[in-house]
């Protein structure tokens, strides 16, 4: 079982980057794809998710409009697409896979990856 992130690096504020999760190892139809991100001195917090049936779930407002994710599970790969960043967004980000529905708590996801950096310099 493999999750493996890519796509982090430095951008400036108001620039994109989108985030890759390829998954090997398990039936990725079958499991919901949950990123999740954390800042140096702060909690993993949730960022966003999208289901095994492709319903997108988004937790907390302020990425609500900037940040979208979405799935090919023919690649077996999930994406975050983040738009209009800001030196807030700035933090490791993680994925991770659980069966079926999103959850906002981290702990019940079964696989994660090793995260991928994202730098926005103000």
């Known amino acids: 079982v493999q999750l493996v992130e890519s796509g982090g690096g430095l951008v400036q504020a108001g620039g994109s980057l989108r985030l890759s999760c390829a998954a090997s190892g398990f039936s990725f139809g079958a499991y919901a794809i949950g990123w999740f991100r954390q800042a140096p001195g702060k909690e993993r917090e949730g960022v966003a998710c999208?289901?095994?049936?492709?319903?997108?779930?988004y937790y907390a407002d302020s990425m609500k409009g900037r940040f979208t994710a979405f799935r090919d599970d023919a690649r077996k790969t999930a994406f975050l697409q983040m738009d209009n960043l800001k030196p807030d967004d700035t933090a490791i980000y993680y994925c991770?896979?659980?069966?079926?529905?999103?959850?906002?708590?981290?702990?019940?996801?079964?696989?994660w990856g090793q995260g991928t950096q994202v730098t926005v310099s103000s």
């Open positions: 991770g896979a659980v069966e079926r529905w999103c959850y906002s708590d981290s702990n019940v996801y079964n696989f």
């Open positions: 999208v289901s095994s049936s492709g319903k997108i779930g």
